[in-house]
């Protein structure tokens, strides 16, 4: 008989159809939200899961789950599972790599732009009906050309963004990673490696693309806020907690920082309440690598990943590696 797999979220309905082809398919077309628990009676006579960035995969869950072989995620980032947990219980993760990074590249400069040109901030004005004359400072921003751009996290989409702004914008790319990239790629990003508090007091854009792991929370907390220029803005598209958003509020209150834009929150769907009252900040739901085509492009990816396990022929974008997989 066909493997059994439980698609968590609602997803693009071809996409069932596609899995449909393959297995016994249980989808969530309502897209209801399923508790831990709901979700793990689901999986209980499950083979493999499709899912999204907001179903947690730990050991609880893993065991109340003894068939369960597979789970694929329609993300790149996977902090939801818990890796270690999956490898020893013999769980193969996947993720969506590389379909994604010009896109979020993508949305990375544009809410870089919009934050430095308060793009947001003047359509709320205008609006409100509150234009009603020229002024020589209303909503003066700071520059993307020539600027200094600081990345943080030099993956794929931190590459993706360099050029953009190296070989787009003429901008002067500095960036932080754990590793240093290869000289040729860092020719072909025109980028310049530097340690984190020198990119902080230097750039005049930062911004984070680094996965979130127990060791890059809280990656930008005040101290590190205050090392930054007064008119830098702060840029992040990577995961919430990577910036301690209570500092990062009171920071754009004092104007100790002159903005930022944000994509990920700390406890997202839940926005810190004091950011939703300073204006000098861009919020948008975690859409960065929202398009049409990529979401199609990533659902696929993760339905690939399970065709291509239960078919023998291995994951093609692993996370990890279990010794021996679950058997039954
Ligand atoms: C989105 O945040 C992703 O990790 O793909
Ligand atoms: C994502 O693909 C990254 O490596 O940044």
């Known amino acids: ?19 449909a082809q393959h297995f016994e398919v249980e989808a969530n077309p309502d897209d209801v939200i399923w508790s831990p628990q709901e979700l793990a009676a689901r999986l209980a006579d499950k083979d493999g899961a499709f899912t999204t960035g907001s179903q947690r995969i730990d050991a609880a869950l893993l065991s109340a789950a003894p068939r369960l072989k597979i789970v694929a995620n329609m993300a790149v980032g996977y902090n939801n599972f818990d890796v270690d947990a999956m490898t020893a219980a013999g769980v193969q993760g996947t993720n969506t790599p ?3 990074t010009e896109t979020t590249a993508d949305f990375g400069f544009a809410l870089l732009m919009a934050t430095a040109r308060r793009i947001a901030e003047s359509e709320h004005f205008l609006r409100a009906g509150k234009w009603t004359t020229w002024r020589y400072d209303m909503f003066a921003g700071s520059d993307i050309h020539g600027s200094t751009l600081g990345i943080i996290g030099m993956g794929r989409i931190g590459q993706g963004i360099a050029k953009r702004g190296a ?5 002067n790319v500095v960036y932080h990673n754990r590793s240093r990239l290869s000289p040729a790629l860092e020719a072909e990003c025109k980028a310049r490696y530097v340690e984190k508090d020198e990119l902080l007091r230097t750039a005049d854009h930062v911004v984070l693309v680094l996965p979130y792991t127990p060791a890059s929370h809280h990656t930008i907390g005040a101290d590190e806020l205050a090392l930054m220029k007064p008119t830098a803005t702060l840029i992040n598209i990577a995961r919430g907690g990577i910036v301690d958003d209570a500092a990062l509020a009171v920071a754009l209150r004092e104007r100790r920082i002159a903005a930022a834009g944000l994509d990920v929150f700390e406890g997202e769907p839940s926005v810190h309440p004091d950011l939703l009252t300073v204006p000098n900040v861009v919020l948008t739901p975690h859409i960065a690598s929202a398009t049409v085509p990529t979401r199609l492009a990533m659902a696929n990816l993760a339905a690939d990943n399970l065709i291509a396990f239960f078919d023998g022929r291995g994951p093609l974008t692993p996370v990890n590696q279990p010794a021996a997989a679950r058997s039954a």
């Open 1 to 19: 008989s066909k493997p059994r797999i439980l698609v968590a979220r609602a997803i693009f309905p071809e996409v069932v159809a596609r899995l």
């Open 98 to 100: 590389d379909v994604l």
């Open 167 to 171: 070989h787009g914008f003429g901008m």
